[in-house]
């Protein structure tokens, strides 16, 4: 699997997409909404395995899709983290 | 006997003051930041409340200087003094009313894209109490172009009050008002509660919050007019 993620906007390139990154704005997010340690890795992880099955057989998509992804399923595990990880950048 | 009028528009105007939202988004991101990048407890506290000192200096700072200028024309353009603020703020509410908030989902504010994803990203960088403390004042000098307006009107007051320990008062009274939804962010976060929570209840609130503040402003700016530039004939 090597899906190339588009940045929103189309400004920068594309890169590769990298598990790595999402599990770590998503363990972010549980971690914002005080989730423990564990229970935040846990939930990463699932929710990266399942944006990396999504991903398959595709080569292209937008950083956009990818986190609706992540969102809707996170929304299924811990919806106050899923609120922060998809307002994050609405805040301000 | 103390003429407790001007003591009520000064808190009225820290309360317009307090209204707005730039400090409380960027010390939300703050919060959200700490706690998500697992710093300690001490930690997060510690950048909290440089954050919200980085923010009183600022404002004190803001009133101080204000007050200085103020009195160095007061002889000159006495009307004029009254005049201006009491424009400003009915201007100044029409603008909140019309465009304070983004008109999409969140709270996202006037502030241009670029700026708040600037704002954002250092806010993630930030690691250290002098960077929370530059980040809380800096949140106070971006919000001036709005927060001129009650603070301009308090300045005033404040001066037309008779002696320095009624004035120091007015100064306490205004700073505590406007910087209050910022101390009731810092204890919140230290007593546990979620980030999501503070979040959801801007969100929920944001029209009111936006339509209190901008209506708000143009009855304070009615106020003055009438108060001080037509010397209270109505």
């Known amino acids: 699997m090597n899906s190339y993620v588009v940045k929103s906007g189309g400004l920068h390139e594309s890169e590769i997409f990298d598990p790595l990154k999402l599990h770590g704005s998503l363990m972010a997010a549980c971690l914002a909404v005080r989730s423990l340690e564990g229970e935040a890795h846990m939930t990463a992880q699932k929710i990266t395995e399942r944006v990396i099955d999504w991903l398959d057989n595709k080569t292209e998509v937008t950083t956009d899709d990818v986190r609706r992804i992540a969102a809707n399923s996170l929304q299924t595990y811990q919806p106050e983290a899923a609120y922060m990880y998809e307002t994050y950048k609405d805040i301000l | ?183 009731i962010i810092v204890s919140l976060v230290g007593s546990g509660k979620k980030i999501s929570k503070i979040q959801r209840w801007r969100e929920d609130n944001k029209l009111f919050l936006q339509y209190a503040a901008g209506s708000g402003l143009v009855i304070l700016g009615a106020f003055v007019f009438v108060d001080k530039f037509m010397g209270g004939n109505i």
């Not at chain 2, 307090?18 to 930041?33: D, K, P």
């Not at chain 2, 983004?102 to 002098?130: C, F, N």
């Open chain 2, 1 to 183: 006997m103390i003429n407790i009028s001007p003591i009520l528009v000064i808190a009225f105007a820290g309360l317009l003051h307090a209204s707005f939202q730039l400090g409380v988004a960027l010390l939300t991101l703050l919060s959200g930041h700490s706690l998500g990048s697992h710093r300690s407890y001490r930690k997060l506290m510690r950048l909290n409340f440089a954050y919200l000192f980085g923010a009183s200096v600022v404002t004190v700072l803001l009133f101080s200087g204000l007050a200085y200028f103020a009195l160095l024309g007061a002889s000159s353009f006495m009307e004029l003094q009254w005049l201006v603020p009491a424009l400003l703020n009915m201007v100044i509410g029409a603008s909140v009313i019309m465009f304070y908030y983004r008109r999409s989902k969140g709270t996202g504010l006037w502030i241009p894209h670029s700026m708040a994803e600037y704002l954002s990203k250092r806010t993630q960088k930030t690691d250290h109490v002098g960077e929370a403390f530059t980040l809380g004042a800096g949140s106070v000098l971006a919000e001036l172009p709005f927060l001129i307006g009650p603070l301009s009107v308090a300045v005033l007051y404040t001066l037309s009050i008779d002696g320095s320990d009624m004035q120091f008062i007015s100064v306490l009274i205004y700073c505590l008002i406007a910087l209050s939804p910022l101390l």
